[in-house]
């Protein structure tokens, strides 16, 4: 398991990050996608829809894309500008393929302000003060489902429902993303992860694992092994950015 490591000063703060990814049982390969930047405080995780070369040129297209047009100092406008770039690019891409070729996109960026960028089902969370939150929401019928009281979280139906994605890169209609103005404060942890991680631990694991191992890197070692444990059932990608203190 290879962990990238890497060291940014921005927002006022000086942010320590790590990012790695497991291909697990399910497939063959690794549809999904990681940047870790090594100069500007920037992190995003893709995850392609399904398997084959779709998926892979989905999420590989989407990250590239993204990372070049999002500029130094990013912008509510700026950010959305690249994301609509990269659905062109995938849409692009997909032309030449004859299946589904489409991505999600969750990303975390900071500057002078710090933003958490979301399209698609992948997750951002914050621990602070010992509380975890999910930052962001899932983009599929599941979340409006479940929210909605149509059927339960656990039921055959909300099962079903998770692979239906109502928001995602490679949309016909292009949809924006979410975006979230997030502050630093020394002592919080962000993770970003693609649902391999999120679907196979619980909360009170994330919980556990980031409140507890301070090293990024040995968190994401840590998280990633854990999915593998619990058998592996998907691609699984993290990235763990703690902040550490005001510079």
Aim: with cysteine; aromatic share 6%; proline share 4%.
């Amino acid at each position: 398991m290879e962990i990238t490591k890497v060291a940014w000063t921005a927002a006022g703060h000086r942010l320590t990050s790590a990012a790695g990814t497991v291909t697990g049982n399910r497939y063959d390969a690794d549809y999904d996608v990681v940047h870790l930047d090594p100069v500007r405080a920037l992190a995003v995780v893709a995850d392609g829809m399904g398997e084959g070369p779709g998926s892979a040129a989905a999420g590989r297209t989407a990250v590239d894309v993204f990372t070049g047009e999002a500029p130094a100092h990013c912008t509510p406008g700026t950010l959305r500008s690249a994301v609509a770039k990269a659905q062109q690019e995938v849409r692009r891409a997909g032309r030449t393929l004859n299946e589904l070729t489409g991505c999600t996109l969750t990303a975390f960026v900071a500057d002078d302000e710090a933003w958490i960028v979301q399209v698609g089902d992948s997750r951002a969370y914050r621990l602070r003060n010992g509380l975890l939150e999910l930052l962001t929401v899932d983009h599929t019928i599941a979340w409006l489902g479940v929210l909605h009281g149509w059927f339960g979280y656990d039921s055959p139906e909300a099962k079903i429902a998770r692979y239906r994605l109502t928001r995602y890169l490679g949309h016909p209609d292009d949809p924006e993303p979410d975006l979230l103005a997030v502050t630093l404060h020394p002592g919080d942890v962000y993770l970003l992860c693609t649902d391999g991680v999120a679907d196979q631990l619980s909360y009170e694991r994330l919980t556990q694992v980031l409140a507890t191992v301070a090293d990024p890197g040995a968190a994401v070692h840590t998280l990633l092994g854990d999915t593998l444990t619990a058998g592996g059932a998907d691609n699984a990608t993290a990235v763990v950015v703690r902040v550490e203190q005001t510079v």
